[in-house]
């Protein structure tokens, strides 16, 4: 697992309070709206995000930048690849 | 004998067209919603359409509306879910003394769960203190909750300017709307709220569904943990027929309120002021202007509300004592209480709502049945008996 601190990001999904699978349909959406090279922050409290994002982006070739732990959710950063 | 129904706050009548609408919904169109095929992605389409109509008739945006199977509901989901998602930030909550029991004894659960809840007291009319809600602010705080408008005494709150209050703070502002969507016109925008509760029973919709508004994103514990229905807020195979009800029925209140306003207003002005020409000593409750257009409320002295309700049935005239829970219960309504009237006044609670369906001859049979039941239940009253003798 990569950490990451003060990472920049262009666009964020807020998906606390929000329940599964919802981690792996919304951020393709919002990925949609992004251009090459931008990055979108996933705020999530969903422990199980924290593998299943990365492995989401392996599947779809999308960069996974990392993640950051905030007070009341996990920060994950994906660079947008194609 | 005639029927005259002016309970319109408990249940509307189901409008013909809105019938005509989710009909096929039920057997021609039955798909779930969730599923990939044809029957069931046309289903969600149908849905969306239906989320926008009701995001129209409050100024909102779509995907800013959670369906919901009732106002209580949506009350519940607002508070709880505020809250709960909000505990780490603070586990202050203000809600007025005079909520429905939906927002009440959702602040009381919350209680359990070691929140602190502040009920702000209203004035003589119902209304809320600017200043008092200011003063009870404490960093802790989270969530305010003020209802739109109140069942019992009609009372519309001077919202936009409370949730400006806390809007100051970052604190999220719900409101019950439950009272006024389908009875004013209601904007999310102008109120400046976060939180919306809204019910088909005023809408003319059948009962069973409502919905939430929630602004931008606003994060949300759910009630119902399910799958990604309500994006994910709510879950739980959605009520089709029902929801496409809510959306014909905004749809439609969207084109035809200023029309209602007006002709429930008239009537209601006529029944207001022909109460007190016939009968003596009646407070007539709540707000004088900012008020329901078609609701009036009064207290009589020396009845008991419930009887008059039994008596007025008789006549065929369906009207309300204004607090279902606390009549059952044999407890004086806690709004009256909260507005100062004396439990004795209080126990003759009658309340009448109207609707586009109510005429000026049906006001006028009220008026002349009302004074008859009211004097046979005072000729039985010790206690009217002893005012006469004083």
Redesign the interface.
């Given at each position: 697992m990569k950490f990451v601190e003060n990472q920049p990001s262009d666009d964020t999904l807020?998906?606390?309070?929000?329940?599964c699978?919802?981690h792996l349909?919304e951020p393709g959406d919002k990925l949609n709206c992004l251009k090459k090279g931008q990055v979108l922050e996933v705020l999530t409290d969903y422990d199980g995000a924290l593998e299943d994002i990365p492995n989401w982006c392996q599947k779809c070739g999308q960069d996974f930048i990392g993640i950051e732990e905030d007070?009341?959710c996990y920060k994950l950063y994906i660079r947008k690849n194609k | 004998m005639k029927n005259v129904y002016m309970d319109h706050a408990s249940a509307t009548p189901v409008r013909k067209e809105v019938i005509e609408a989710m009909l096929p919904y039920f057997d021609q169109h039955f798909g779930n919603p969730s599923t990939v095929y044809d029957m069931g992605s046309k289903i969600k389409q149908v849905m969306e359409e239906q989320r926008a109509k009701v995001a129209k008739l409050i100024g909102a945006k779509a995907e800013e509306i959670i369906f919901t199977s009732s106002g209580a509901e949506a009350n519940n989901l607002a508070i709880k879910g505020a809250a709960l998602a909000r505990q780490k930030k603070g586990k202050h909550i203000i809600i007025s003394a005079i909520e429905h029991h939906s927002v009440l004894n959702s602040a009381r659960f919350l209680e359990r769960m070691d929140f602190e809840v502040t009920f702000l007291p209203v004035d003589e009319y119902g209304l809320v203190d600017q200043q008092r809600l200011s003063q009870a602010m404490r960093p802790e705080t989270i969530l305010v909750s003020i209802m739109h408008a109140n069942n019992e005494i009609g009372t519309i709150e001077p919202i936009s300017e409370l949730s400006a209050i806390c809007r100051e703070r970052g604190v999220i502002f719900h409101t019950d709307a439950v009272a006024t969507v389908g009875n004013i016109p209601v904007d999310v925008n102008e109120l400046n709220v976060d939180l919306l509760s809204l019910s088909g029973v005023s809408l003319d919709a059948p009962k069973g569904v409502g919905a939430l508004y929630f602004r931008d994103n606003l994060r949300l514990m759910p009630l119902i943990h399910g799958g990604i229905q309500e994006s994910g807020r709510r879950g739980g195979t959605e009520n089709v027929p029902a929801i496409v009800a809510l959306g014909k029925a905004s749809e439609l209140a969207a084109k035809e309120l200023p029309d209602k306003v007006n002709h429930v207003q008239g009537l209601r002005d006529l029944l207001v002021a022909g109460v007190p020409e016939r009968i003596e000593q009646v407070k007539y409750t709540g707000h004088p202007k900012e008020r329901l257009p078609g609701h009036a409320s009064f207290c009589i002295e020396a009845i008991e509300g419930e009887a008059l309700i039994f008596m007025l049935n008789q006549s065929g005239i369906y009207a309300n004592t204004g607090s279902a829970c606390a009549s059952k219960a044999l407890k004086t309504s806690p709004v009256l209480v909260a507005i100062g009237i004396p439990p004795a006044l209080a126990q003759g609670s009658v309340v009448f709502t109207l609707s586009n369906s109510n005429t000026v001859e049906e006001i006028e049979y009220v008026l002349e049945k009302l004074p008859v039941a009211v004097d046979k239940l005072r000729s039985l009253s010790p206690l009217w008996r002893t005012k006469e003798a004083a």
């Open positions: 807020d998906l606390v309070c929000r329940v699978p919802l349909l007070d009341d | -």
